[in-house]
């Protein structure tokens, strides 16, 4: 079944300590998404990528930092920079700018 | 910039109808989208305005003002299933796929 794939569920990160967070799609969607949301707050943009080896920061891309070697492919990777990184994390991805994004079923980070 | 409100919280009896209203307010607008999430789920999409009027789709409906700044979604013959928070995204004409996000309305469905 063609999809979204967000691994892993759950992360638990130490003070200090970096940790990537998986997100695979076999759509063959050209744009994904990295989204944070926190508790009663909407999504919020962290990083987006339109095409292959090119991305560019969203709105809060501070502690942050991503790759996008392969199509199916865009790891995000939480720093020890970004200070409070407790939040449900959402990848995303879409054909075109008119088509609907499709999410992924996120990854829940938490502080150990 | 963008800024997308939302109310908060609706609550609504099984069966009844509901409207959750969204305004924004864009530099350039090239759509607007409703998602439906439920708790600890991923967003799933519900349905796209990008022309002014309503979309309908079964028990859902979307329609959207472009001069008004305003859209609103509405659930028909409300099921217990239907509770659940409901976002509204706006693309902006200047960015390209980009969606910016409303905070949602958490609808509660009671028997």
């Known amino acids: 079944d063609g999809g979204i794939t967000q691994s892993p569920k759950y992360l638990f990160r130490k003070e200090g300590q970096n940790v990537t967070l998986s997100c695979e799609q076999n759509l063959n969607h050209d744009a994904m998404y990295w989204y944070r949301q926190d508790p009663g707050q909407g999504l919020r943009l962290i990083y987006y990528?339109?095409?292959?080896?090119?991305?560019q920061k969203g709105d809060i891309a501070e502690g942050y930092s991503v790759s996008r070697e392969k199509k199916e492919s865009f790891p995000l990777t939480v720093t020890s920079a970004q200070k409070n990184p407790t939040a449900f994390y959402l990848c995303?991805?879409?054909?075109?700018?008119?088509?609907?994004?499709?999410f992924g079923d996120g990854t829940r980070l938490s502080i150990l | 910039g963008q800024n997308i409100d939302q109310p908060t919280e609706m609550t609504a009896t099984e069966g009844a109808i509901v409207q959750i209203n969204c305004t924004y307010q864009?530099?350039?607008?090239?759509?607007l989208f409703w998602y439906q999430q439920h708790a600890g789920e991923a967003p799933t999409f519900l349905s796209y305005?990008?022309?002014?009027g309503l979309e309908e789709k079964g028990r859902f409906s979307s329609f959207l003002s472009r001069s008004k700044g305003y859209s609103y979604l509405l659930l028909k013959e409300l099921q217990m299933k239907d509770s659940a928070s409901y976002l509204c995204a706006v693309r902006g004409a200047d960015s390209w796929g980009k969606l910016q996000f409303g905070a949602g309305t958490q609808v509660v469905v009671t028997p």
């Open positions: 995303a991805s879409s054909s075109t700018d008119n088509q609907p994004q499709h």
């Open positions: 305005n990008v022309l002014d």
């Open positions: 864009t530099s350039g607008f090239n759509g």
């Open positions: 990528s339109q095409i292959v080896n090119d991305f």
